[in-house]
């Protein structure tokens, strides 16, 4: 029975917590204390609901006793008569069954949680607290980190949120952009933090993704009208219509070229077009993750590799390169431009990058380098490029792969 | 994982929905597929029609299917729209399913859907295969 309430209880604060933690940010005007308060009262739920029942509407329950909590820790304190009357009323205003979230308040709980005061890794994991309503052990699961040190991480995100006095609020118009694509990058890299096959259970893995996945539903509901939201969206989908093609029966990686497009998530891929849809029917410039989901969208609608439509690829990668230049994009430029007018022209880029000395030490450069040899016939060259990839790398399935292919050069 | 919540309806809820203005139905409708959408939860969904000159029934028995049209003969409990929603535990899907605005006389079939995993043992049967190609079809329509 108790587990059972538990259960519920977890299931319920998946649904409601942000929105409680929202609406109790914006009394409280602090996101720490607005949290502490929320768990004090979801340890209050645990205790009562299993002996009462669980209440009509548990997010308005949860709200008004963590507000009592906090008018409570006032009243001890006897001080901030001002807040603790204004909050009197603010309770006296809110009858349970009527509790509505302003949606508003979830936004600004993205905003804060996501601040430029914390680190990236705080960002994520406070994130994946307040606005996911995941608990501090399951975040800790995810990334495989000892529950201490996520809890840790979490505290003191929350502290540095209060000694930074950060408001509880939306950017300033001055400050969007860039507070925008803060949020996207912290929602992209629990994506990228799942889809990477570098470690862990594959299980996890998906799951992390697929929170990503809804977090980037979340914002998408908030901000409608914002094209790159939609374009995030539109990108995670269609990488994970890969998921179940990208790992084979022992749990290797499978390579794009290689993978059983029969696996791919059709419904996935069907939505990610769509949301690319929308985000061009906001009639902007197509951002960073429109085009990288343009790009994937290529791949999901090709039978097969050599049906892919790489002039095209090769087009998007462009314009990736001029919006938001990068070695890997560069590399990724060539690699199409090997598909589409064959190695000479792609060795060609790869060279200049190997000139720029970026991505110097990464496997990336001698592992495609070492390809685009091969397929040129430049065997002795190609085997030394794909042995020194193999030495770069530190994922050993990765580095068997390259091995592999190096062995089979010199047979 | 998914899972598809399926509205059923009985005469007693119809005759109940007569008596409620119209424009209540599609807000309560309105602000529970809202709070999933901003759950970050919905996937798809959709109400069926009562179209009687449209709906039809084909029934399997004899040689033949027999078409015939609506209403649905001895059915009580009619299917009349669905969500699919997205979430991560059983828990969850029973919590959202308990907050639909449905009335007396309503229930929801809550049914996990069938993902690949269901069928990577059969990924190489020629129909699974078959029905991958009739998907593949229908997304790059």
């Given at each position: 029975m108790t587990t059972d309430v538990a259960r519920r209880v977890a299931a319920i604060w998946r649904i409601e917590g942000a929105r409680v933690v929202a609406t109790l940010a914006r009394v409280v005007g602090d996101l720490g204390t607005a949290e502490d308060l929320a768990q004090d009262a979801v340890a209050e739920a645990l205790e009562q609901w299993p002996r009462d029942g669980i209440p009509n509407n548990p997010g308005a329950w949860l709200t008004t006793v963590a507000k009592r909590r906090a008018i409570d820790g006032w009243r001890r304190q006897q001080r901030l008569e001002e807040r603790y009357r204004l909050l009197g009323a603010d309770l006296e205003d809110v009858p349970d069954a009527d509790w509505q979230p302003i949606p508003d308040d979830v936004l600004r709980l993205v905003f804060a949680a996501c601040h430029p005061v914390l680190s990236r890794e705080a960002q994520v994991a406070l994130t994946l607290k307040v606005v996911g309503g995941l608990d501090t052990e399951a975040i800790a699961r995810l990334f495989l980190v000892p529950v201490p040190t996520m809890q840790q991480r979490i505290v003191r995100a929350k502290k540095a949120l209060s000694a930074a006095r950060v408001p509880f609020a939306v950017p300033?118009?001055?400050?969007?952009?860039?507070?925008?694509?803060?949020?996207?990058?912290?929602?992209?890299?629990?994506?990228?933090?799942?889809?990477?096959?570098s470690s862990g259970d594959a299980v996890?893995?998906?799951?992390?993704?697929?929170?990503?996945?809804?977090?980037?539903?979340?914002?998408?509901?908030?901000?409608?009208?914002?094209?790159e939201?939609?374009?995030?969206?539109?990108?995670?989908?269609?990488?994970?219509?890969r998921f179940a093609a990208r790992v084979d029966a022992h749990g290797d990686a499978v390579l794009l070229a290689d993978q059983d497009r029969r696996r791919w998530d059709r419904s996935a891929i069907a939505r990610g077009r769509d949301l690319l849809q929308r985000a061009d029917a906001l009639g902007r410039r197509r951002g960073p993750y429109a085009l990288q989901a343009a790009i994937a969208l290529c791949h999901a609608e090709a039978r097969s590799v050599e049906q892919t439509d790489w002039d095209r690829i090769v087009l998007l990668y462009e314009m990736l390169g001029r919006i938001a230049p990068s070695p890997v994009v560069e590399l990724n430029r060539a690699v199409a431009v090997s598909m589409a007018s064959g190695p000479l022209d792609a060795l060609a880029i790869v060279d200049g990058l190997v000139g720029t000395g970026a991505l110097k030490g990464s496997h990336l450069l001698p592992s495609v380098r070492g390809e685009l040899l091969s397929r040129l016939g430049r065997t002795r060259e190609a085997h030394e490029e794909l042995c020194s990839a193999a030495e770069s790398t530190r994922n050993e399935r990765e580095a068997a792969l390259l091995r592999r292919k190096a062995d089979a050069l010199s047979d | 994982m998914k899972f598809m919540l399926i509205m059923r309806g009985t005469d007693e809820a119809y005759a109940a929905y007569k008596q409620i203005p119209?424009?209540?139905?599609?807000?309560?409708?309105?602000?529970?597929?809202?709070?999933?959408?901003?759950?970050?939860?919905?996937?798809?969904?959709?109400?069926?029609?009562?179209?009687?000159?449209?709906?039809?029934?084909?029934?399997f028995g004899g040689e033949e299917p027999v078409v015939t049209d609506g209403p649905y003969g001895e059915t009580h409990e009619l299917f009349n729209g669905f969500w699919i929603i997205e979430v991560s535990t059983r828990e969850e899907a029973i919590e959202w399913a308990r907050r639909a605005p449905l009335i007396a006389g309503n229930k929801l079939e809550v049914r996990r859907v069938t993902d690949e995993t269901d069928f990577a043992a059969f990924a190489d049967n020629e129909y699974i295969q078959k029905e991958e190609g009739w998907r593949e079809e229908q997304a790059s329509r």
């Open positions: 300033e118009p001055s400050e969007w952009p860039a507070r925008r694509a803060a949020v996207l990058t912290v929602i992209y890299l629990v994506f990228t933090e799942g889809y990477g096959a996890l893995r998906t799951e992390l993704a697929h929170e990503a996945i809804r977090l980037g539903r979340v914002l998408g509901a908030l901000l409608p009208r914002e094209p939201v939609l374009g995030l969206s539109a990108l995670m989908e269609l990488q994970a219509s | 119209f424009e209540q139905i599609i807000n309560d409708m309105g602000a529970y597929n809202e709070s999933m959408m901003t759950a970050g939860v919905l996937v798809a969904g959709d109400g069926l029609a009562e179209d009687m000159s449209k709906n039809f029934v084909v029934e």
